[in-house]
Nanobody
Framework: QVQLVESGGGSVQPGGSLRLSCAASGSIFSINIMGWYRQAPGKQRELVAAITSGDNTNYADSVKGRFTISRDNAKNTVYLQMNSLKPEDTAVYYC?????????????????WGQGTQVSVSS
């Protein structure tokens, strides 16, 4: 089907920046929505940001003005630029991609998740 490979996590001090990347591969016919979620210890997974095929974006209130989501359709890749990071941004970040893949004569929907990448913000 479709595989996602994430990169770019790490440890930074408060106020620092990180850029996450997520590349999708496989028999992709089209990609509709690409997004980033995060899950902190003891908390539920939450949507951080999402971008549609028409470049419409949606952000969690907690990251508005600090994070920017973008996509490169030619590379089937989504990015999350994270600036002014805070300790409360510490979490495992997951990429999610929804679209259609080709299977023989058919097109089937997919909803794939990345493996997760750790982002830690502390002094």
């Amino acid at each position: 089907q479709v595989q996602l490979v994430e990169s770019g996590g790490g440890s930074v001090q408060p106020g620092g920046s990180l850029r996450l990347s997520c590349a999708a591969s496989g028999s992709i016919f089209s990609i509709n929505i690409m997004g980033w979620y995060r899950q902190a210890p003891g908390k539920q997974r939450e949507l951080v940001a999402a971008i549609t095929s028409g470049d419409n974006t949606n952000y969690a209130d907690s990251v508005k003005g600090r994070f920017t989501i973008s996509r490169d359709n030619a590379k089937n890749t989504v990015y999350l630029q994270m600036n002014s990071l805070k300790p409360e941004d510490t979490a495992v970040y997951y990429c999610n991609v929804k679209g259609q893949y080709s299977s023989g004569f058919f097109r089937r929907n997919f909803d794939s998740w990345g493996q997760g990448t750790q982002v830690s913000v502390s002094s």
